[in-house]
């Protein structure tokens, strides 16, 4: 397989899962299932049939992950996750990024490969960007403000669907290999 120099970062709710389609027996509790957002789950396994690492890094519980992961087959689709109640502390915090890097065994040296995506500018992208990573917004959601207010806050790429992912990690494989 072709050697892939990208790594993807990606966030759960409202990047991959639908967070209007969690069920939970309790509010704020574990969530027992949920669908994917349009697109989302397709993106995964193409990613990972491409042979990219990717790891999840979410804020929430980790049984919610297990749960929801599980419920579609797909908890092996991770090389790594960083989930912040094991964590201790959530996006924007760079301990949740760190966390991914060394379970991958990722140096400094690898921040430059690294591409987050997420939906929440102020924990996904403002995580990213003080961390020195590559940041992709994905605005598919209503949920939150789209519109960066700080520098920081503005990704580098932004996205209407996950599919559109894929075009932004070919454009980085590019500018990688110069
Ligand atoms: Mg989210």
Not at 15 to 38: Q, W
Not at 44 to 64: F, P, T
Not at 162 to 170: F, S, Y
Request: glycine fraction near 6%.
């Amino acid at each position: 397989m072709e050697k892939r120099n990208i790594i993807i970062f990606t966030d759960s709710g409202d990047t991959l899962i639908d967070e209007k389609s969690e069920i939970r027996k309790e509010d704020y509790g574990v969530v027992y299932e949920a669908e994917f957002i349009p697109g989302a789950k397709e993106t995964l396994l193409e990613l990972k049939n491409r042979g990219y690492q990717i790891a999840l890094v979410a804020d929430g519980l980790k049984e919610s992950f297990d749960r929801i992961y599980a419920g579609h087959h797909l908890e092996d689709v991770f090389d790594a996750r960083a989930i912040s109640e094991i964590v201790g502390e959530e996006k924007p915090s760079p301990a949740m990024f760190e966390t991914a890097m060394r379970k991958l065994g990722l140096e400094e040296s690898d921040k430059k490969r690294i591409l987050m995506v997420g939906n929440n500018i102020k924990r996904d992208i403002v995580g990213a960007n003080r961390f020195g990573i590559h940041s992709v917004l994905l605005s598919w959601s209503p949920r939150y403000c789209m519109i960066p207010e700080t520098a920081e806050e503005t990704p580098e790429y932004q996205i209407s669907r996950p599919e559109k992912l894929l075009e932004v990690i070919e454009k980085l494989e590019e500018s990688e290999r110069k």
